[in-house]
Protein backbone atom coordinates (compact mmCIF):
# COMPACT_ATOMS: atom_id res chain seq x y z
CA UNK A 1 0.00 0.00 0.00
CA UNK A 2 3.22 2.25 0.66
CA UNK A 3 2.67 3.45 -3.09
CA UNK A 4 -0.76 5.06 -2.51
CA UNK A 5 0.35 7.19 0.18
CA UNK A 6 2.69 9.46 -2.42
CA UNK A 7 0.56 11.98 -3.85
CA UNK A 8 2.98 12.58 -7.12
CA UNK A 9 3.04 8.64 -7.38
CA UNK A 10 -0.92 8.68 -7.80
CA UNK A 11 -0.92 12.09 -10.22
CA UNK A 12 0.70 9.57 -12.16
CA UNK A 13 -1.54 6.70 -12.36
CA UNK A 14 -4.45 9.36 -12.79
CA UNK A 15 -2.92 9.75 -15.89
CA UNK A 16 -1.87 6.54 -16.80
CA UNK A 17 -5.52 5.89 -16.95
CA UNK A 18 -6.12 8.50 -19.45
CA UNK A 19 -3.33 7.17 -22.13
CA UNK A 20 -5.24 4.29 -23.10
CA UNK A 21 -8.08 6.79 -24.51
CA UNK A 22 -6.16 9.64 -25.82
CA UNK A 23 -4.07 9.61 -29.26
CA UNK A 24 -1.05 11.78 -28.18
CA UNK A 25 2.36 10.37 -28.87
CA UNK A 26 4.38 9.00 -26.06
CA UNK A 27 7.41 11.85 -25.57
CA UNK A 28 4.14 14.26 -25.26
CA UNK A 29 3.00 12.23 -22.60
CA UNK A 30 6.33 11.73 -20.61
CA UNK A 31 6.25 15.83 -20.52
CA UNK A 32 2.93 16.16 -18.91
CA UNK A 33 4.03 13.54 -16.47
CA UNK A 34 6.38 15.86 -14.72
CA UNK A 35 6.84 19.11 -13.41
CA UNK A 36 8.83 21.87 -15.36
CA UNK A 37 10.80 22.93 -12.16
CA UNK A 38 10.65 22.76 -8.10
CA UNK A 39 11.71 25.65 -6.16
CA UNK A 40 13.10 23.67 -3.17
CA UNK A 41 14.03 26.98 -0.64
CA UNK A 42 14.82 27.22 3.05
CA UNK A 43 13.48 30.47 4.76
CA UNK A 44 15.44 31.71 7.69
CA UNK A 45 12.85 33.81 10.19
CA UNK A 46 13.30 35.85 13.25
CA UNK A 47 11.17 34.74 15.96
CA UNK A 48 9.34 37.17 18.31
CA UNK A 49 12.08 35.69 21.53
CA UNK A 50 15.01 36.62 19.07
CA UNK A 51 15.79 33.06 17.93
CA UNK A 52 15.94 31.76 14.03
CA UNK A 53 14.25 29.17 13.40
CA UNK A 54 14.42 27.32 9.15
CA UNK A 55 11.23 26.38 7.19
CA UNK A 56 11.30 24.27 4.33
CA UNK A 57 9.18 25.50 1.60
CA UNK A 58 8.65 24.67 -2.15
CA UNK A 59 6.98 26.05 -5.48
CA UNK A 60 6.40 23.37 -7.63
CA UNK A 61 5.49 25.28 -11.57
CA UNK A 62 4.16 21.81 -13.29
CA UNK A 63 3.29 22.88 -16.91
CA UNK A 64 2.71 26.54 -18.51
CA UNK A 65 1.57 25.54 -22.55
CA UNK A 66 -1.71 27.05 -21.54
CA UNK A 67 -0.93 30.22 -19.72
CA UNK A 68 0.54 31.23 -16.68
CA UNK A 69 1.24 29.00 -13.67
CA UNK A 70 -1.72 28.96 -11.17
CA UNK A 71 -1.92 27.40 -7.89
CA UNK A 72 -2.66 27.91 -4.16
CA UNK A 73 -0.15 27.89 -1.27
CA UNK A 74 -0.62 25.29 1.80
CA UNK A 75 0.69 25.93 5.00
CA UNK A 76 0.59 22.18 7.22
CA UNK A 77 3.67 20.36 8.89
CA UNK A 78 3.10 16.98 6.04
CA UNK A 79 4.15 19.89 2.90
CA UNK A 80 6.55 17.98 1.08
CA UNK A 81 8.42 18.17 -2.29
CA UNK A 82 6.05 15.19 -3.67
CA UNK A 83 3.04 16.76 -2.46
CA UNK A 84 3.53 20.25 -4.23
CA UNK A 85 4.16 18.10 -7.18
CA UNK A 86 1.19 16.41 -7.47
CA UNK A 87 -0.82 19.23 -6.32
CA UNK A 88 0.36 21.37 -9.18
CA UNK A 89 -0.14 18.83 -11.81
CA UNK A 90 -3.32 18.56 -10.43
CA UNK A 91 -3.49 22.41 -10.88
CA UNK A 92 -2.89 21.86 -14.61
CA UNK A 93 -5.09 19.31 -15.10
CA UNK A 94 -8.35 20.98 -13.38
CA UNK A 95 -7.58 24.29 -15.23
CA UNK A 96 -7.55 22.41 -18.24
CA UNK A 97 -11.03 20.75 -17.40
CA UNK A 98 -12.68 23.52 -16.91
CA UNK A 99 -10.71 25.39 -19.81
CA UNK A 100 -9.50 28.37 -18.34
CA UNK A 101 -6.28 29.73 -19.67
CA UNK A 102 -4.01 28.27 -17.47
CA UNK A 103 -0.94 25.99 -16.70
CA UNK A 104 -0.80 24.80 -12.92
CA UNK A 105 1.53 25.30 -9.66
CA UNK A 106 1.24 24.80 -5.99
CA UNK A 107 3.69 26.04 -3.16
CA UNK A 108 3.90 25.19 0.41
CA UNK A 109 5.46 25.70 3.47
CA UNK A 110 6.21 22.81 5.85
CA UNK A 111 4.88 24.41 9.18
CA UNK A 112 2.34 24.04 11.74
CA UNK A 113 0.60 27.95 11.41
CA UNK A 114 -1.34 27.11 14.85
CA UNK A 115 2.30 27.46 16.56
CA UNK A 116 3.33 30.63 15.69
CA UNK A 117 2.21 34.40 16.51
CA UNK A 118 0.42 36.03 13.95
CA UNK A 119 3.60 38.52 13.70
CA UNK A 120 6.04 35.31 12.82
CA UNK A 121 3.63 33.81 10.16
CA UNK A 122 3.45 37.73 8.44
CA UNK A 123 7.44 37.42 8.84
CA UNK A 124 7.46 33.69 7.20
CA UNK A 125 5.09 34.61 4.45
CA UNK A 126 6.81 37.71 3.50
CA UNK A 127 10.52 35.62 3.54
CA UNK A 128 8.72 32.86 0.99
CA UNK A 129 7.11 36.03 -1.21
CA UNK A 130 10.33 37.45 -1.23
CA UNK A 131 12.14 33.56 -2.45
CA UNK A 132 8.71 33.43 -4.63
CA UNK A 133 9.22 36.88 -6.34
CA UNK A 134 11.85 36.14 -9.51
CA UNK A 135 9.12 33.20 -10.38
CA UNK A 136 5.85 34.84 -10.18
CA UNK A 137 4.29 37.44 -11.90
CA UNK A 138 0.49 38.83 -13.15
CA UNK A 139 1.86 36.70 -16.61
CA UNK A 140 3.80 34.38 -15.58
CA UNK A 141 3.03 32.75 -11.69
CA UNK A 142 0.11 33.58 -9.58
CA UNK A 143 -0.45 32.16 -6.16
CA UNK A 144 -4.03 31.70 -4.37
CA UNK A 145 -4.63 30.27 -1.31
CA UNK A 146 -5.20 26.48 -0.11
CA UNK A 147 -4.93 24.60 3.19
CA UNK A 148 -4.32 27.24 6.37
CA UNK A 149 -3.88 30.34 3.95
CA UNK A 150 -6.61 32.84 3.33
CA UNK A 151 -6.96 36.33 2.61
CA UNK A 152 -4.45 38.03 5.21
CA UNK A 153 -1.58 35.94 3.58
CA UNK A 154 -2.51 36.91 0.38
CA UNK A 155 -2.31 40.52 1.55
CA UNK A 156 0.81 40.12 2.56
CA UNK A 157 2.41 38.03 -0.60
CA UNK A 158 0.97 40.64 -2.89
CA UNK A 159 2.31 43.70 -0.81
CA UNK A 160 5.93 42.12 -0.43
CA UNK A 161 5.93 41.69 -4.23
CA UNK A 162 4.63 44.91 -4.58
CA UNK A 163 6.78 46.76 -3.06
CA UNK A 164 10.18 44.62 -4.11
CA UNK A 165 8.88 45.46 -7.36
CA UNK A 166 8.09 48.88 -6.72
CA UNK A 167 4.58 49.03 -8.95
CA UNK A 168 1.30 48.20 -8.08
CA UNK A 169 0.34 44.28 -9.14
CA UNK A 170 -3.25 42.99 -7.65
CA UNK A 171 -3.02 40.31 -10.20
CA UNK A 172 -0.09 38.60 -8.98
CA UNK A 173 -1.81 36.95 -6.41
CA UNK A 174 -5.70 35.52 -6.62
CA UNK A 175 -7.72 35.02 -2.97
CA UNK A 176 -7.28 38.46 -1.71
CA UNK A 177 -9.58 40.61 0.49
CA UNK A 178 -11.70 42.58 -1.27
CA UNK A 179 -10.09 45.54 -0.56
CA UNK A 180 -6.60 44.61 -1.82
CA UNK A 181 -8.35 43.73 -5.35
CA UNK A 182 -9.91 40.26 -4.19
CA UNK A 183 -13.02 39.32 -6.16
CA UNK A 184 -16.84 39.08 -4.42
CA UNK A 185 -17.62 35.68 -4.32
CA UNK A 186 -14.20 34.25 -4.02
CA UNK A 187 -14.39 32.94 -0.58
CA UNK A 188 -17.30 30.84 -1.67
CA UNK A 189 -16.17 29.83 -4.88
CA UNK A 190 -14.87 26.12 -4.04
CA UNK A 191 -17.79 25.07 -1.99
CA UNK A 192 -20.04 26.65 -4.58
CA UNK A 193 -18.26 24.25 -7.45
CA UNK A 194 -18.91 21.56 -5.02
CA UNK A 195 -22.33 22.28 -4.41
CA UNK A 196 -22.99 22.83 -8.47
CA UNK A 197 -21.39 19.22 -9.39
CA UNK A 198 -23.03 17.71 -6.10
CA UNK A 199 -26.47 19.29 -7.83
CA UNK A 200 -25.52 18.18 -11.23
CA UNK A 201 -24.68 14.97 -10.05
CA UNK A 202 -27.84 13.90 -8.74
CA UNK A 203 -30.12 15.41 -11.12
CA UNK A 204 -27.93 12.60 -13.51
CA UNK A 205 -28.94 9.90 -11.45
CA UNK A 206 -32.51 11.33 -11.60
CA UNK A 207 -32.60 12.31 -7.89
CA UNK A 208 -32.81 15.33 -6.03
CA UNK A 209 -30.36 16.97 -4.65
CA UNK A 210 -32.63 18.32 -1.77
CA UNK A 211 -33.33 14.61 -0.62
CA UNK A 212 -29.74 14.08 -0.15
CA UNK A 213 -28.03 13.25 3.41
CA UNK A 214 -25.11 14.36 3.35
CA UNK A 215 -21.45 13.94 4.92
CA UNK A 216 -18.60 16.52 5.23
CA UNK A 217 -14.84 15.74 6.06
CA UNK A 218 -12.97 18.78 6.63
CA UNK A 219 -14.77 22.11 7.82
CA UNK A 220 -12.28 24.77 6.44
CA UNK A 221 -13.04 27.19 3.69
CA UNK A 222 -14.06 24.21 0.78
CA UNK A 223 -15.81 22.17 3.46
CA UNK A 224 -18.26 24.70 5.65
CA UNK A 225 -19.02 26.37 2.53
CA UNK A 226 -19.99 23.20 0.73
CA UNK A 227 -22.32 22.72 3.71
CA UNK A 228 -23.88 25.88 4.05
CA UNK A 229 -24.96 25.87 0.31
CA UNK A 230 -25.93 22.62 0.20
CA UNK A 231 -28.03 22.96 3.14
CA UNK A 232 -29.50 25.98 1.16
CA UNK A 233 -30.44 23.57 -1.73
CA UNK A 234 -32.79 21.18 1.05
CA UNK A 235 -29.75 18.65 1.64
CA UNK A 236 -29.84 17.65 5.44
CA UNK A 237 -25.52 17.53 6.23
CA UNK A 238 -25.88 15.35 9.22
CA UNK A 239 -22.13 14.84 9.92
CA UNK A 240 -19.18 17.01 9.82
CA UNK A 241 -15.65 16.94 11.00
CA UNK A 242 -12.58 18.79 11.00
CA UNK A 243 -8.48 17.57 12.64
CA UNK A 244 -10.40 17.90 16.27
CA UNK A 245 -12.83 14.82 15.21
CA UNK A 246 -16.05 14.77 13.61
CA UNK A 247 -19.99 15.20 14.73
CA UNK A 248 -22.88 13.03 13.82
CA UNK A 249 -26.42 13.99 14.08
CA UNK A 250 -29.20 12.06 12.12
CA UNK A 251 -31.32 14.86 12.09
CA UNK A 252 -29.23 17.39 10.28
CA UNK A 253 -27.05 20.10 11.92
CA UNK A 254 -28.06 23.78 11.61
CA UNK A 255 -24.62 24.42 9.77
CA UNK A 256 -24.03 28.02 9.94
CA UNK A 257 -24.30 27.29 13.85
CA UNK A 258 -21.57 24.74 13.50
CA UNK A 259 -19.66 27.11 11.74
CA UNK A 260 -20.09 29.76 14.90
CA UNK A 261 -19.09 27.12 17.01
CA UNK A 262 -15.98 26.50 15.29
CA UNK A 263 -14.96 29.80 14.86
CA UNK A 264 -15.26 30.38 18.43
CA UNK A 265 -14.09 27.13 19.76
CA UNK A 266 -11.57 25.87 17.06
CA UNK A 267 -13.00 22.78 16.26
CA UNK A 268 -16.44 21.54 15.10
CA UNK A 269 -16.78 18.96 18.43
CA UNK A 270 -17.21 21.68 20.17
CA UNK A 271 -20.56 22.55 18.87
CA UNK A 272 -23.38 22.25 21.82
CA UNK A 273 -26.30 20.46 18.98
CA UNK A 274 -23.06 17.65 18.78
CA UNK A 275 -25.60 14.61 19.25
CA UNK A 276 -23.12 11.72 18.66
CA UNK A 277 -19.17 11.73 18.43
CA UNK A 278 -17.74 9.47 15.27
CA UNK A 279 -14.33 9.14 14.63
CA UNK A 280 -12.94 10.73 11.35
CA UNK A 281 -12.45 6.78 9.61
CA UNK A 282 -16.15 6.85 10.75
CA UNK A 283 -17.63 9.71 9.01
CA UNK A 284 -16.14 8.59 6.00
CA UNK A 285 -18.53 5.30 5.89
CA UNK A 286 -21.99 6.71 7.33
CA UNK A 287 -24.40 5.63 5.90
CA UNK A 288 -25.14 8.91 3.70
CA UNK A 289 -26.22 9.57 0.36
CA UNK A 290 -23.18 11.99 -0.74
CA UNK A 291 -19.77 12.13 1.23
CA UNK A 292 -17.85 15.15 0.54
CA UNK A 293 -14.20 14.87 1.51
CA UNK A 294 -13.02 18.29 1.82
CA UNK A 295 -9.91 18.24 3.64
CA UNK A 296 -6.80 16.39 2.52
CA UNK A 297 -5.01 13.88 0.36
CA UNK A 298 -5.64 10.02 0.43
CA UNK A 299 -8.54 10.31 3.15
CA UNK A 300 -10.22 7.45 1.59
CA UNK A 301 -7.87 4.26 0.69
CA UNK A 302 -7.98 0.88 -0.65
CA UNK A 303 -8.76 -0.25 3.37
CA UNK A 304 -11.46 2.00 3.46
CA UNK A 305 -13.29 2.03 -0.04
CA UNK A 306 -15.25 -1.22 0.68
CA UNK A 307 -16.86 0.35 4.01
CA UNK A 308 -18.29 3.72 2.18
CA UNK A 309 -21.77 3.65 2.28
CA UNK A 310 -22.72 7.10 -0.06
CA UNK A 311 -23.93 6.56 -3.49
CA UNK A 312 -22.14 9.71 -4.77
CA UNK A 313 -18.96 11.08 -3.43
CA UNK A 314 -18.00 14.80 -4.90
CA UNK A 315 -14.19 15.39 -3.85
CA UNK A 316 -13.78 19.59 -2.49
CA UNK A 317 -10.47 18.12 -1.42
CA UNK A 318 -7.85 17.48 -3.72
CA UNK A 319 -6.52 13.97 -4.13
CA UNK A 320 -8.65 12.33 -1.52
CA UNK A 321 -9.10 9.15 -3.22
CA UNK A 322 -5.98 6.72 -3.62
CA UNK A 323 -6.06 5.05 -6.94
CA UNK A 324 -7.26 1.80 -5.54
CA UNK A 325 -9.89 3.00 -3.84
CA UNK A 326 -10.96 4.65 -7.16
CA UNK A 327 -11.23 1.56 -8.57
CA UNK A 328 -12.65 -0.40 -5.77
CA UNK A 329 -15.64 2.29 -5.93
CA UNK A 330 -16.06 2.58 -9.27
CA UNK A 331 -16.63 -1.57 -9.49
CA UNK A 332 -19.27 -0.74 -6.91
CA UNK A 333 -20.94 1.98 -9.12
CA UNK A 334 -20.13 4.34 -6.66
CA UNK A 335 -20.26 7.83 -8.63
CA UNK A 336 -17.20 9.97 -7.56
CA UNK A 337 -17.21 13.41 -9.35
CA UNK A 338 -13.16 14.07 -9.45
CA UNK A 339 -11.24 16.95 -7.77
CA UNK A 340 -10.08 18.39 -10.60
CA UNK A 341 -14.18 19.67 -11.80
CA UNK A 342 -15.58 19.80 -8.57
CA UNK A 343 -13.17 21.86 -6.49
CA UNK A 344 -12.24 24.11 -9.61
CA UNK A 345 -14.86 26.56 -8.56
CA UNK A 346 -11.46 28.30 -6.44
CA UNK A 347 -9.47 28.54 -9.38
CA UNK A 348 -12.21 29.69 -11.69
CA UNK A 349 -12.80 32.65 -9.53
CA UNK A 350 -9.59 33.26 -9.15
CA UNK A 351 -8.85 33.62 -12.71
CA UNK A 352 -12.11 36.07 -12.69
CA UNK A 353 -10.12 38.21 -9.69
CA UNK A 354 -6.93 37.83 -12.14
CA UNK A 355 -9.60 39.10 -15.05
CA UNK A 356 -10.57 42.14 -12.93
CA UNK A 357 -7.13 43.05 -11.75
CA UNK A 358 -6.04 43.31 -14.80
CA UNK A 359 -8.83 45.23 -16.22
CA UNK A 360 -9.34 47.05 -12.70
CA UNK A 361 -12.92 47.09 -13.24
CA UNK A 362 -14.62 44.76 -10.20
CA UNK A 363 -17.96 42.73 -11.27
CA UNK A 364 -21.14 42.46 -8.97
CA UNK A 365 -21.38 39.00 -6.95
CA UNK A 366 -24.36 38.12 -9.41
CA UNK A 367 -21.82 38.11 -11.96
CA UNK A 368 -19.16 36.38 -10.60
CA UNK A 369 -21.90 33.15 -9.22
CA UNK A 370 -23.49 33.38 -12.97
CA UNK A 371 -20.24 32.56 -14.39
CA UNK A 372 -19.40 30.38 -12.59
CA UNK A 373 -22.29 28.10 -12.58
CA UNK A 374 -21.74 28.19 -16.63
CA UNK A 375 -18.41 26.61 -16.40
CA UNK A 376 -19.11 24.21 -14.07
CA UNK A 377 -22.06 22.78 -15.51
CA UNK A 378 -20.61 23.09 -19.28
CA UNK A 379 -17.94 21.33 -17.96
CA UNK A 380 -19.97 18.59 -15.90
CA UNK A 381 -21.74 18.25 -19.61
CA UNK A 382 -18.69 17.36 -21.41
CA UNK A 383 -17.21 15.29 -19.05
CA UNK A 384 -20.87 13.34 -18.88
CA UNK A 385 -21.00 13.31 -22.83
CA UNK A 386 -17.48 12.12 -23.45
CA UNK A 387 -17.98 9.37 -20.17
CA UNK A 388 -20.90 8.07 -22.63
CA UNK A 389 -19.49 8.87 -25.97
CA UNK A 390 -16.25 7.25 -25.88
CA UNK A 391 -17.05 4.57 -23.33
CA UNK A 392 -14.90 5.70 -20.30
CA UNK A 393 -14.45 4.30 -17.44
CA UNK A 394 -15.20 7.09 -14.58
CA UNK A 395 -15.58 10.80 -14.60
CA UNK A 396 -12.00 11.19 -13.31
CA UNK A 397 -10.56 9.67 -16.17
CA UNK A 398 -13.09 11.64 -18.23
CA UNK A 399 -11.72 14.80 -17.11
CA UNK A 400 -8.22 13.52 -17.86
CA UNK A 401 -8.66 12.53 -21.76
CA UNK A 402 -10.20 16.15 -22.13
CA UNK A 403 -7.62 17.94 -20.18
CA UNK A 404 -4.59 16.11 -21.66
CA UNK A 405 -6.26 16.65 -24.97
CA UNK A 406 -6.10 20.32 -24.20
CA UNK A 407 -2.65 20.76 -22.98
CA UNK A 408 -1.02 18.27 -25.37
CA UNK A 409 -2.64 20.77 -28.54
CA UNK A 410 -1.46 23.89 -27.01
CA UNK A 411 2.17 22.45 -26.86
CA UNK A 412 2.11 20.92 -30.41
CA UNK A 413 0.79 24.11 -31.46
CA UNK A 414 3.61 26.32 -29.90
CA UNK A 415 5.88 24.04 -32.27
CA UNK A 416 9.54 23.39 -30.98
CA UNK A 417 12.03 25.96 -29.88
CA UNK A 418 15.15 26.30 -30.11
P1 LIG B 1 -8.77 24.87 5.22
O1 LIG B 1 -7.46 24.97 5.89
O2 LIG B 1 -9.66 26.05 5.17
O3 LIG B 1 -9.61 23.64 5.87
C1 LIG B 1 -9.12 22.34 5.99
C2 LIG B 1 -10.03 21.60 6.97
O4 LIG B 1 -9.69 20.21 7.00
C3 LIG B 1 -9.92 22.11 8.41
O5 LIG B 1 -11.23 22.19 8.97
C4 LIG B 1 -9.11 20.99 9.09
O6 LIG B 1 -9.35 20.92 10.49
C5 LIG B 1 -9.64 19.80 8.35
N1 LIG B 1 -8.84 18.59 8.47
C6 LIG B 1 -7.49 18.43 8.36
N2 LIG B 1 -7.16 17.14 8.54
C7 LIG B 1 -8.31 16.46 8.77
C8 LIG B 1 -8.65 15.10 9.02
N3 LIG B 1 -7.71 14.16 9.07
N4 LIG B 1 -9.95 14.77 9.20
C9 LIG B 1 -10.92 15.70 9.15
N5 LIG B 1 -10.66 17.00 8.90
C10 LIG B 1 -9.38 17.37 8.73
O7 LIG B 1 -8.46 24.32 3.76
P2 LIG B 1 -9.36 24.43 2.45
O8 LIG B 1 -8.90 25.60 1.69
O9 LIG B 1 -10.79 24.24 2.79
O10 LIG B 1 -8.83 23.14 1.66
C11 LIG B 1 -9.39 21.83 1.86
C12 LIG B 1 -9.13 21.01 0.61
O11 LIG B 1 -9.73 21.69 -0.51
C13 LIG B 1 -7.67 20.83 0.25
O12 LIG B 1 -7.50 19.57 -0.36
C14 LIG B 1 -7.43 21.91 -0.77
O13 LIG B 1 -6.33 21.64 -1.62
C15 LIG B 1 -8.75 21.88 -1.50
N6 LIG B 1 -9.04 23.09 -2.29
C16 LIG B 1 -9.15 24.31 -1.69
C17 LIG B 1 -9.41 25.42 -2.48
C18 LIG B 1 -9.59 26.80 -1.91
O14 LIG B 1 -9.96 27.69 -2.67
N7 LIG B 1 -9.40 27.01 -0.62
C19 LIG B 1 -9.55 25.28 -3.86
C20 LIG B 1 -9.45 24.02 -4.43
C21 LIG B 1 -9.20 22.93 -3.62
Known amino acids: MAEEANPFENLQSQIDDATRHLDVADDVLERLRYPERVLETNLTVEMDDGSIERFQAFRSQFNGDRGPYKGGIRYHPDVSRAEVMALSGWMVYKCATVDIPYGGAKGGIALDPAAYSEAELERITRAYATELRPLIGVDRDIPAPDVNTGQREMNW ?80 VVAVSDSGGAIYDPDGFDVDAVAASKAEHGSVVDHPGATEYVGNDDLLTLEVDLLVPAALENAIDGDLAPEVRADVIVEAANGPLTPRADE ?75 AIRRVADAFEDAGSFP
Open 328 to 402: ILADRDVLVVPDILANAGGVTVSYFEWVQNRQRFAWTEQRVNEELERVIVDAFDALIDIHDREGIETLRTAAYVV
Open 157 to 236: IKDTYETLENTTAPGVITGKAIGSGGSEGRVEATGRSTTIVAREAFAHLGRDIADATVAIQGYGNAGSIAARLLSELGAS
